[in-house]
Structure formats: C-alpha cells, structure tokens
C-alpha cells in the first residue's frame, strides 16, 4: 500500500512530485481521456485504441487493513478488489454530479493516471468531461486540478453528451450511413442518464444549444437509495449496504412496459414471474452476490412435497440469505419515467427531451424536426432491460407526428463519451485548435476566471472549453440540398421553413 | 370530544424553531381568555392535556418538506435514516409537545417547550461532522456562486433543470408494499392500500415521518 499522500497540500505540484512513482517509468507523449463521472471514472490513452478503456469507481473506501491490524484507504480500481462487500462505504467526491471534494479526487485521479495507465501527467495532453453547468468555482477547481496539480501540457474541457455525440456520429456511425443526414446536418439529442442526474442536450449544427440542456435531478444514486429504502423497509435493513444494494439494482431491476398492468401480474400467489431471489454475500461462501436461478417459477408448480424441497437446498448450500424482489424489480426504474411515483416535481426522461428540444432557441420547425431525428441514449441508467422500447413508446406520443422520431442507443453506454474522446484525440488538427495550452492557462489565469465567473455560455476567451464537438464536416458532395431533401423524405408532412434550417 | 385540530401556522413555524416561548404563552393566555368567555359548558380547570403524536395532524408545509428531506436523502451517499441521524431541523421540535389547554378554544393546542431529554440525543462527534460535511456540499457551493443573480435569461445551471410534467396528477402507490393505494394517511398523507398496510403504516412510517 502507498503511502498517505499530502493530500492537503495538493495543489503546488513540486512539493507533491517528490514522492511519487518515479516519473521516468511512466509513458508520455501520449493523449490521455478521461470521462470523469459521478459513479465511475472512465479512462484511456487515446493512442492505445477504442479496446483500451478502463473503467474505476470514482470513490474511495476505508476498509480494515488484510492483516488485521488499522484501516486503509483504498481508491478507484482497488475497490473492484475487496473481498467483503458487506458494509462498504464508498466515499465519493461528487456531489450532485459536480466535484466538491477536489483533494480527494485528486488522489484518485492521479492513482488512476499513474498506476492504471501507466502515464506521466507532465508529459501528456488530456481531454476530460465535466457535467454541463458547472458553476464557476468549480470549473477553476478543475483547471487548477488539470494544470496545477497534474501540469498537463493541454487539455480539452468538454461535457461527455459531445463525446458521446461525437463518437456516435463519426464512430458508430460507421455501421449506418456515414452520410446520414444527422450526421452532414450534425443536429440531434443526446440523452445521457447516469448516476447523479440525466441530461438532455439539444444539438444544432455541431453545438450544445444552451437553452436545450435540461437536467433531471435523478440518476442511479438515487434509484439505488430508494432501493435501499425500500428493501429496509419490507424486508432486512440494508441502509448500510450501497454497494450491495447497488449490485442488486444492477442484476435484478428492468424497466416494464406499464407499471400498472405489471403490478397486477405481482398480485398473482408469490409474487407470479417477477419474482426474484437475490443470495445476499455473507462475506465467506457468498462473496458476491447473485440472482438465484430456480426461485422464479418452480416453488408454485411443486406444492406437494413441500417439505422435502425445504430440506434439500439447506444441505446443498449454507444457510444463504435472501433479498426476494417483486414489484421493487419495476417499480424502481420506473421513477426515472414517473418521477412523481416519488414525491419529485420535475418531468420523466421523455418528456425531458422534449423540454430540451421545444425551447425558445430551437424555435425553427426545422431545427426541431432535425433534432428529433437523431436522438442517441447514454449513461448507465439506460442498461435497464427494456429500457428503450419503454422510452421510444413513452416518447412518441409526446412529439409531434409531423418530427419523425430516431431512437438508438449506445452499444456501451458507459464507456461510449470515453470513445468519443479518443476520437477527437486522434484529430489532432481539432484537439489543437480546441485545446488550452498550459502556458496559455498560466498567462491568462485572470481572464479565464473572470470567463467562468461572468456564466457566459460560450465563453469569448479560449478557456479550453469544448463548444464544438466536430469540425464541419466535408460538404462537397454533400450540399445543403441533400439535407433538405433527406429532411423531407423522412419527416412527411414537413414543407416549410426547412430554408432556415440550413441557412 | 372533538380531537380534530388544525395546527396554525405559527404553531406550524414553531416547529422549524421559530416562534418564541413567549409566542406560545401569549397563545396560551389569549386562549385562556377567550375560553373563560365562551359559554359552551368548557371545564374551567386549569389542567393541561396532552393529546397523544398521533392525533396531530401534519400540514401540508410539513408534509412537503418531509418530502423534499427524502428525495434529498436519496443523493446522498451515507444512509440518513430520518429520526436516528437527525438529518434536517428535525430534533428540536420533537421535545415540544402538543397540549390542549381546556380553558382554550375548542381544537386550540399550545405548544408548551419541553424538558426533557434536551442534551440527549446527538453527541458531539455527530453534531460537527454534520457541519464539517454541511461546508462541503454542492448545494453550499451554489448558494456561494450567486448564480441566481445571473442576468435574466443566462442560461444557468438553476434555468436547466427540467420543469414539470403536463401529464396529469400523479400516481399513487402504497408506502408499504408498492401497489396502487386508494387510500391516503389522514394524518401524515402518505399512501396505503389496505388495512393491514394501514396498520403496518401507523405502526412504523406515520410516527417516523415527523419524528
């Protein structure tokens, strides 16, 4: 284990460098990405390729030490590693999706550069996300962090909905059309629901509209506390067991076409088909927990020799806890959709979106129509089983029949703004036109700052913020006429206004 | 006896820490006054009862802040049992107590501060690392950055969060087992489907709630 850090003056680099890893060892010359998320840090060394995300907890835990004696602190990948998940308690450095702790996730962070990648900070550039919105203290904490602490030689600041925007359009678009029309007009929505919030972003002509960014304040934290809160209310207390309970929404919970007509199916004798039964980990045989397989329809059918069936299992295995799930399974997920089931008094996802794109900056039909042609999903949430048929069938009624309406999802929605990034990073002429040099930074400190503190949306002085995430594609072929005829093949009733669009 | 009370607001302010000892005698003897002069046959003694927590209807402010304290309570990363931690304004309020005092009007109720167990509850390491963690948060964060003095129509982080749903009212489901509930708490207003939830709901939730 390595040493405690002096985590406390972190900030002047020099003093910290001293009793690092021996900087000689590590890699340069290399671009580095990192998604830096509420739930998980995503990151990899662009030059490696797509195959080369890592992911970590964005965490750190105090767990008792492998000899016995004192506790130690364990930080992002560790944590995958511990034995006994039973009461871990992840500290995170996020609150609300935005960075608070900074001396923490600078540890975690440079653990992650330095052991994981192998990568010397010094001599690398870097591309790394931070939520849309953040406020002004933060984004200097960042820059700080980037340049300060960590020297990068440049960075790029984006927010992942870009990269994920980016990686759609230029990487998986490959398996599409690669002239498809949203991809030349380079309109659409990114829909990224994650672990503290989701977001839907409103693209128009390569860039996030700023009036078409709405936050729902509700993501995988919270369905996981309202997991926890449910299952310590019916069943055992687990309100100390995140991680478990975590892993529980993960395996057992999936996303119903109607939550009433599936509450319904829950009244059957037992539970009917919802019903699951999660081996709880004891920390000794059960390390990890998992979804019993037999639990669901068998017990019913065998009612005759009950007492039997009773004894069997208990030779089989030891004595396992189980946490039985019937309607939590659906009922959880379904917040994300209702999330008034809850007490909340914003929107569901879908109609999210549809906040994001009928603003007043997206006030031409045809920038709508465009927008609602490509709308891409993200984030973890959006790995729910059913996930998206629930979400094309919510959101369809909701836009207008003259939009048609594209729904796809990410293959990986978890590493997908990571690969975005590796793809800007590989464009080399754009990252360095985008890209705030750490000279740059040092020189312009005050005017940056001053940048962050006025809230201006697209800031006027380069602060290294992303506002792009492409450069304009090559139209030669591809002339504004194509987009309007594609745009009128695939949205029928759509006639005027579509000048304005490509104007 | 009629046990059906409203809680006025000021008795309502009071449970936030607001109104004074003298706020409530004042009630008291106005009360007490008014009492005396009516003359529908009220006992004259002098004599204070309580009326038990589960009389006590919760108000609507009450009950939207209990609500607003739970979908917070879900980002937070440590469990916050309401009523053990004694997250939020929670506390003080429980060692005041409802009394009826019989020379009042009907359904009139004081609160009368209590005694008892002032200093029991949190212990010290408790109470400062709520303060060390209060410093750090991200809501500390926004109401530092004065974001909401932002020239109008600057997009911030306060104008992105998404408004309301236009769909219709919202769903009910049962606080106990989760299917559809029909039926409301009369006191607290959470949701239950049946008598046996009813009963799980007073027995455990209903006293929580405001506790």
Aim: net charge positive.
């Amino acid at each position: 284990m390595a040493p405690k850090r002096g985590a406390r003056d972190g900030a002047r680099a020099p003093s910290t460098a001293a009793d690092r890893p021996a900087a000689s060892s590590l890699r340069g010359d290399v671009t580095v990405v990192v998604d830096l998320g509420g739930s998980s840090l995503k990151l990899c060394v662009a030059e490696d390729g797509a195959t080369a995300t890592r992911s970590a907890p964005n965490a750190s835990a105090r767990v008792k030490a492998s000899d016995g004696a004192g506790f130690v602190t364990l930080r992002g990948e560790e944590i995958d590693g511990v034995v006994d998940v039973n009461g871990l308690a992840l500290r995170r450095p996020c609150d609300r999706g935005y960075v608070v702790h900074w001396e923490q996730q600078r540890e975690i962070l440079d653990d992650a550069l330095r052991r994981t990648l192998g990568v010397d900070p010094t001599r690398c550039d870097l591309i790394i996300t931070e939520p849309p919105f953040a406020l002004p203290r933060t984004r200097e904490a960042l820059d700080e962090m980037v340049f300060e602490y960590f020297g990068f030689r440049r960075a790029l600041v984006t927010t992942p909905a870009k990269l994920t925007k980016r990686f759609a359009d230029f990487v998986d678009a490959k398996k599409r059309d690669a002239k498809d029309l949203c991809v030349v007009a380079r309109s659409g929505v990114v829909l990224d629901c994650g672990f503290s919030f989701a977001h839907a972003t409103a693209f128009v002509d390569g860039t996030e509209v700023p009036r078409g960014i709405k936050r729902l304040n509700l993501g995988g934290k919270a369905l996981t506390n309202y997991l926890k809160e449910l299952v310590s209310f019916r069943q055992w207390n687990m309100m100390d067991e995140s991680a478990v309970i975590e892993d529980v929404k993960e395996k057992m919970c999936y996303v119903a076409d109607d939550a009433l007509a599936e509450l319904e199916k829950c009244k059957a004798k037992r539970g009917g088909t919802v019903k699951r039964e999660y081996v709880l980990p004891d920390g000794i045989h059960v390390l990890r927990g998992f979804v019993r397989e037999d639990s669901a329809n068998k017990r019913p059918k065998k009612k005759v020799p009950k007492e039997k069936k009773v004894k069997i299992p208990k030779k089989d295995e030891p004595e396992h806890q189980f946490l039985t799930l019937v309607n939590e399974r659906f009922m959880v997920p379904e917040v994300l959709f209702h999330p008034s089931d809850i007490g909340g008094r914003q929107c569901g996802v879908a109609e999210l979106v549809t906040q994001a794109v009928e603003n007043e900056d997206l006030s031409n039909e045809a920038m709508r129509a465009l927008a609602y042609l490509d709308v891409i999903v993200t984030g973890g949430c959006s790995k729910f089983p059913n996930f998206m048929e629930r979400f094309e069938r919510e959101l369809r009624p909701l836009v207008s029949e003259s939009y048609m309406l594209r729904i796809r999802q990410m293959d990986d929605p978890i590493q997908a703004a990571c690969l975005g990034g590796v793809d800007i990073a590989k464009d080399r002429e754009f990252f360095e036109k985008h890209a705030l040099t750490k000279e740059e930074y040092l020189a312009n400190k005050t005017s940056i700052r001053a940048a962050h503190e006025s809230l201006e949306f697209e800031p006027n002085v380069r602060t290294g913020r992303l506002r792009e995430y492409a450069a304009t594609p090559n139209l030669k072929k591809l002339d504004k006429k194509r987009i309007i005829e594609d745009c009128e093949k695939l949205t029928p009733s759509f006639e005027r206004d579509i000048i304005h669009a490509s104007a | 006896m009629d046990f059906v009370q409203d809680v006025t607001p000021e008795l309502a302010s009071s449970r936030f820490g607001v109104a004074s000892a003298s706020n409530a005698s004042a009630g008291a003897s106005a009360g007490g006054a008014l009492g005396g002069a009516s003359a529908d046959g009220a006992r004259k003694s002098g004599r204070a009862r309580k009326i038990s927590k589960a009389l006590r209807r919760v108000d609507a402010a009450t009950r939207a802040e209990v609500a607003a304290a739970r979908l917070d309570s879900f980002e937070s990363d440590v469990a916050i049992v309401p009523g053990t931690t004694g997250e939020g304004e929670g506390e003080d309020e429980d060692d005041d107590e409802f009394v009826f005092n019989e020379n009042a009007r009907d359904g009139e109720a004081v609160i009368v501060k209590g005694k008892k167990k002032a200093g029991k509850r949190t212990t010290r390491g408790v109470a400062e690392n709520r303060r060390a963690v209060a410093a750090r948060t991200f809501n500390a964060l926004l109401e530092q950055s004065f974001i909401d003095r932002a020239p109008e129509g600057t997009p911030t982080y306060l104008t992105a969060a998404a408004g309301p749903s236009k769909a219709g009212a919202p769903r009910k489901f049962c606080s106990v087992c989760g299917f559809q509930a029909p039926y409301g708490c009369a006191r607290c207003g959470m949701r239950f489907c049946s008598k046996k939830c009813s009963a799980v709901h007073a027995e455990t939730r209903c006293l929580k709630m405001v506790g």
